[in-house]
Every structure is written in structure tokens, then in C-alpha cells.
């Protein structure tokens, strides 16, 4: 590897003798890759001169349209943000026959990996955890868009790396990025992805809200769990994108019924299909989320829920559901003080746990968790 | 030279940024209208303090800001321990913002800001908007982006 503030050529013939171990990483979802075609792979291995591993993610830019907007891996090099994965270089890789060009850019290697990763090992995330990891990364996306004048434009849960710091998360994979013109524009690519936005296909054109507008799905995967990624093919997304309808079937992307109302309201404006009534910026968007009122609920039995009191330590409430003759659910608050779990609100009846009755229990029991 | 200017208001940090403006009838040039950032009240108060910093340092960083200035309080005495811990977490947040960006920082007294704006330093909530090249008050004007825009006219000065 040579060069660490420009693009150069990766004609050093020591490459591929420092690169120990290396191997490939992917996903084989279709619906979450963000270039199909060509070389897209993300490549880890042991930097054996610095003592580390490194991550290299090659693609072929030639396969995209408007390539000429990407900014110089220079610029991209200057980024250095709490929340951002930065770009440490940038090659040209040699040995693939024009039109193909494929470049690499070498960044730190993170080994919790990304959200998806995390998913799709199981990990599951309390409310304030999805919180803090959106906010984590919209706090590197304002970087981008404010600071620097970049659109990401391949915002997703697989480019979110999840720290073992304070840092909590970045926003990684710059790969795609794009400079904003001065209408405060940048062009679409042809990436459609589980997380598109409607204008990729549309209007072509991304804003900040276009990069805002993933954060609805990011945040609906931390509190519900992965998505049937098997089920989405590209061609599906690019079909739903072509109706305008969100990639994600209304089914998939239905929050857990404890969901807070502030989340709610918070991921609803995020997904608005017209871009100007999403949060314009990723630090509204953060401010929304800071004043947001949430509480930790686990299912700890099946059919029972509990969360701790924020302010209070050891107290706990809880929201169970019993199932009567006739279908319905029948929703009982309780709060566990010194002593035992006492009742603490009256019960409410709900024809499904999906339905607004439901929610409803739940969010006067947040409001409780959240009591002083 | 671009300038930050914080009040603090019942644990709310009203934060107004601003250059130097080349009218003679304007105070200082403002770059956007005060913006408000309250500390996330779901966190424990550790994570409470470094997200409020992280925060202030965002929004001091994407403007640039190379001071900052506090309002001094008037008030000295009859705190209740509730209001005091929030303003001293909130200042704390101010300082550490500005620390992790290698900002300055300094507290100003309202006597100094009334000067400078000369308008009485116990009412600086009530500077006219128009001073700043608004027609008519913007948000949080009254509740701490006067005082704060204030701030940023001594600080624009020294």
C-alpha cells in the first residue's frame, strides 16, 4: 500500500506480502448491497508492519452513474469525526481490464462490525441503546452533510459500526459519497438498498433528508430485531421504489408494540415519503431523539413486559397481557416498589397486541417508568 | 471571527452564533437564530453531561466557532440545589465542548454585555431583535437568545 493522502496506484510489490490473513466479509442479502454488480468487496487482514488488522473496501466505480461527483479520497482522508470511520488511504487497484475501476479505501478495523452483524447474531438493543447508536451516527452524518458538504448516500445498517467505547457508534463506508452543489443537491446513484429513499428512483436528486430517511428502518432493526433480508431481492426494491412505495412491506417494518409514542412520532416523520416533511437535518433529527420519552421494556415471560424507572432506582413496571375466551388481550400495569408488584393503572382491552389500544397501554406505562 | 454566545435558562443552553457585522446599525451579524439544546433527560447524569457536550461540541464545530462566551448569571444567592445542579451541568457541558475543541472560553458578566449593547444589564431578554437585523423576535428570543446573542457582541469586541 502506498500513499495515504491521495488516491495512487497499488503497485507496491510488498502489498500483498504485508496483507496477512486476509479474508472477505459479506452479507449474501441481496436487498442490503449497495453496488450488485462488479467488484464490491470488503476485504479484512493483518497490516503485519503496523500491528493491526485493516479493512479495505473495493469497488468498481466505473459501474456507477455520476461518478464524477464523488469527492477525492482526499477530501474523504480529512474527515475526522468521533462518529465517523475514518479513511486511513485510497488505491487504485490494478489488474482489472478498463472500463472496470476499482479502488480501495483502507480504513480501521472495528471488530463488533455493524448493526447488521449484530442482528444478525442475535444481539438485541434496549430502547436508550437504539437510541444512542442513531444518535451516534446522525451526529457523524451532520459532520458530513455541515462540516464537510457530503452526502453519504449509502446510509444503512451495515455501514453503522457499533464501538466498545464511548464513542458508541460511526457512520462508516464513504465509498459512495457525494459532494453537495450548492442548491444543496447531489445526484442519485443506482444503489437501491432496503433503505432507499423514494427520490432515488423518482427525482434522482438526494438531500440531507434523503441520508435522514434510512434512520426510520436503522431505528426500527435496533428495536425490533433484523428484517427478513432472504425476502427482498433487488429487483423487489426497485419494483416497490417504482410504485412509490417503501422498500420495506408495511408487515416487516412494524415497530415492537412497546414502542414508545416518542419513537413513534420520531421514526414516522424520519420515513415520510416527501422529503420535505422528514427532519431536514441529522441534528434535528438528534434533538428529537435527546427529547425523546422511552423507557427499557423486555419481554421477560412470553406475553409479559418489564422496564426499569429511569430516575428511580429499583423500581420496575410492568405491562402483561392475558388472552380472553373471545380473542381479545386484556393489558394490566403494574409497579414492583419494596414489597411486590402492585396495580397501578387500569386495565385496557385491545382486540390485537398490534392494535392502538395496545400501544396505548404501554405508553402510559412509559410515562410511569419515566416518574421522579 | 465567528463567536458563540450562551445563556443558560432553567438548564436550557441557548446558543447564538455570530460574526462581526459590517452595518454600523447591527450588533453583530448573526449566522442563524438562536437554537436550543436541552440535556437528554433519559440518560443517567453521567451520560446526561457527555451528551450534552457532545452535543454543544456539534453544533460549536459545524459553525466554526473560535469563542465562547457564557452569561454570567445575576443571581448569587437562595438557589435551590435542583436549579443549581442543572446550570452547573449545563456550564460544564459548555466547558468541556469547548475544551475538546480547543475553543476559549469565558464567562461574561450581564453588566459587560448591557454595556456593550447598551441596554440594562437586567434586562437584556428584552434587546431588540432588530439590533441583530431581525424585524421581529425569533424563537427563544425572550426565553435566552437575546441574552445569549448579547454575549457575542463583547466577546466579537475584546
Known sequence: MTGHNALTESSDPDDHTRRERERVLSLDFECLKSIPEGINEVRVWWDKLLDCYRVGKRFDISSLDHGEVLPEPATLQKIRHKHVVSVLAAVNVKGFSAPLRVIELITEYYPRGSITDALLSGETFTATEAVRITQAALRGLAELHEVHGIAHRDVKSGNILLMQDSSVAKIADLGLAGE????????????????????????????????????????????????????????????????????????????P???????????????QRAQQNRYQTAREMDQALSAAMIADWRETEPLVWEAPFRHVPGRQVQVSAKKKRNGDYVLSTKVRRNAGWRKNADDIYAPKLESADARRAFDQATVIANAR | MRVAGVSIKSGQVYVAVAEQANEPHLLSLPIQPPIRVLANDGLDQAHRLTDLADRLQQDFHTHNVERIGLVATRMHANWKYTSAYERVLAISAVMLAGVELDI??????????????????????????TAFGWDSPPKYWTAGGAEAFGATVPLLAS
Open chain 1, 180 to 255: 453537495f452543489g450548492a442548491n444543496g443537491t447531489v445526484p442519485a446513484l443506482e444503489n437501491p438498498t432496503l433503505y432507499s429513499p423514494l427520490e432515488l428512483i423518482t427525482t434522482k436528486s438526494l438531500t440531507r433528508a434523503s441520508d435522514i430517511y434510512p434512520f426510520a428502518l436503522i431505528l426500527r432493526e435496533l428495536l425490533g430485531g433484523a428484517l427478513p433480508y432472504e425476502k427482498y431481492s433487488r429487483s423487489d426494491v426497485v419494483s416497490r421504489l417504482s410504485r412509490k412505495m417503501s422498500p420495506v412491506s408495511a408487515e416487516d417494518a412494524r415497530l
Open chain 1, 257 to 271: 408494540v412497546w414502542t414508545p409514542r416518542d419513537l413513534r412520532r420520531i421514526i414516522t416523520k424520519t420515513g
Open chain 2, 104 to 129: 476559549p472560553y469565558e464567562e461574561i458578566k450581564t453588566e459587560r454585555i448591557g454595556k456593550a449593547v447598551e441596554h440594562p444589564a437586567k434586562d437584556l431578554e428584552h434587546i431588540s431583535p
